[in-house]
């Protein structure tokens, strides 16, 4: 997860960099991300007395990132830059919270991996329901032209 999310932070950041200011950050916590990721995927045993309080520092300072980044999106215009402001103080404190009691933080990690195992799964069953749907569509198109092309020209002149 972090792996994955460090890249589409960096993508994040790599369409934005040209227009937000001070967007330094952004790819700080992108690389950093990713860098764990990689930890995480080739020791993971040290690692996973440890992810509880990981994952709390990460989300204090993306809570932190997301906080100052609202200030940049105040300075170009963004009316509900506050919104974003408050989200990112949440998430930090959250991230304290979980700093101060890993059990809420190794139970948290637990949800969001329950969780995004639950829509990924709905995720397939639509995908599963949208190709049926499109092949009957397909089918009923492939019948219309079948009986288009059959038609005798001699009979339309």
């Not at 993971?44 to 309080?53: Q, S, Y």
């Not at 963004?78 to 402001?85: D, L, M, N, Q």
């Not at 637990?110 to 499109?134: E, F, R, S, T």
Request: glycine share 8%; hydrophobic share 55%.
């Amino acid at each position: 997860m972090f792996f994955l999310g460090g890249c589409t932070e960096l993508a994040a950041w790599s369409a934005t960099r040209g227009f937000i200011p001070m967007s330094g950050l952004m790819f700080l916590s992108a690389l950093l991300q990713i860098i764990l990721g990689a930890v995480m995927v080739f020791h993971p045993a040290p690692l996973m007395v440890a992810l509880p309080f990981i994952f709390a520092f990460w989300l204090m300072f993306e809570g932190i990132n997301l906080a100052i980044s609202s200030f940049d999106f105040k300075r170009v215009g963004f009316r509900r830059w506050w919104i974003v402001c408050c989200f990112g103080v949440l998430a930090s404190c959250f991230g304290m919270y979980c700093l101060v009691n890993p059990n809420v933080s190794a139970e948290t990690i637990a949800w969001i991996v329950g969780l995004g195992i639950i829509l990924d799964g709905i995720g397939n069953w639509v995908k599963v329901a949208v190709v049926n749907k499109v092949e009957k569509r397909f089918v009923k198109l492939h019948d219309r032209l079948r009986e288009v092309t059959d038609i005798d020209w001699e009979e339309v002149k």
